[in-house]
């Protein structure tokens, strides 16, 4: 048994940050509650000591919000203008790191003795792309890599670009890498053995396969589309998640409303090997269960949660239930009980 918890818009009906149950047995999710009141929570992330922390915003003001393992607040940090869109957690620095693809710039925070944030440094973005999205800088992502070096996406500007990071969240850009014009690069995750990183591109539904030199270097691989040929609508992936094994990688295509299922082979590449409908409108988010036997898709449209069982062997997806009711859901965190 394990807990998933939900980042949600609140645009309608949501009220903030839920949680449920999911029986790994099953595959069966239970018992929804609201665990805290907050309007846009829509990313979190948790600490190694069980802090959460998540996008927050209030009137028109946006900024991050934290919670102690109790889940009781602790602060929240906000200034003028939309919120941010994604969290980032350096466990060595204790550093907590905002991506805010409306205001192009990736904010630094420093953790507390009680696990609160203090605001210590602001990356500001420059640059635009020909996109009709692309009129400024959209940072949409910022983490940090396995050598610890911080890194951002940029969608505005197709630009993957890395940094050196002191205690004090202080930062030093090392390299740019940039991606192809109009491509938006949304998200990163690493290959857990190999030094590969997939990125996934928002604009043009590609993923890109980089080999990762360490210190904050990449160079180009492969790219491979997240859709098969025939599709000519409109599609906007979101999510990008790899098995702990290394094998499969998986991506959430909105528009098309689909998962895309990759096999990654000893050469380096990955092989689309299904492209798989989630029943549901905008799968913005997506998750592996603790033993992964499962992954389960958060929709921000039609309020449901797809889950799907696994095949471990193939990596291919068979749906398990569809009609697990969370309103507005953008992003799911899994955590295993005791």
């Keep these: 048994m394990e807990e998933i918890y939900f980042g949600t818009y609140t645009k309608r009906q949501s009220q903030g940050i839920y949680k449920a149950d999911f029986d790994n047995e099953t595959g069966q999710l239970s018992n929804l509650e609201l665990l805290a009141e907050q309007e846009n929570p829509t990313y979190l992330t948790f600490s190694p000591d069980d802090c959460l922390y998540s996008i927050a915003s209030h ?7 934290s919670y102690s393992a109790g889940f009781q607040p602790l602060n929240t940090v906000l200034e003028d203008g939309a919120a941010p869109c994604h969290l980032g957690w350096d466990d060595k620095r204790d550093l907590v790191f905002s991506a805010n693809y409306h205001t192009g710039q990736a904010l630094v925070y420093k953790r507390q003795a009680d696990g609160s944030l203090d605001l210590v440094n602001r990356i500001v973005h420059q640059g635009s792309g020909p996109h009709a999205n692309q009129g400024h800088a959209r940072v949409h992502f910022a983490d940090i890599s396995p050598d610890h070096y911080l890194l951002t996406c940029d969608l505005g500007t197709d630009e993957l670009t890395s940094y050196a990071l002191n205690e004090t969240g202080l930062v030093q850009p090392i390299d740019n890498y940039k991606f192809p014009a109009g491509s938006g690069p949304r998200h990163l995750t690493f290959h857990p053995i190999f030094k590969h990183a997939f990125v996934v591109c928002e604009l043009d539904s590609s993923v890109h396969n980089l080999i990762y030199q360490g210190c904050g270097n990449f160079e180009a691989y492969q790219v491979i589309p997240t859709l098969l040929d025939d599709y000519q609508g409109f599609n906007a992936p ?15 295509n909105r528009g098309h409303n689909s998962i895309a299922c990759y096999r990654f082979i000893l050469d380096g ?3 689309l090997i299904d492209v798989v409908p989630t029943h549901g409108e905008t799968p913005r988010d997506i998750c592996l269960s603790a033993d992964e036997n499962y992954l389960l898709v958060a929709h921000q449209d ?17 749906e398990v239930s569809h009609d697990f009711q969370v309103p507005e ?4 965190v899994n955590r295993p009980l005791p």
């Design 59 to 65: 009137q028109d003001q946006g900024g991050v919000a």
């Design 238 to 252: 979101a999510a990008i998640k790899v098995t702990s094994d290394g094998w499969f990688v998986y991506v959430s």
């Design 269 to 271: 590449y990955i092989h």
């Design 302 to 318: 039609s309020d449901n949660v797809t889950v799907f069982r696994r095949n471990l062997d193939t990596g291919r997806l068979s």
């Design 329 to 332: 859901a953008v992003c799911l």
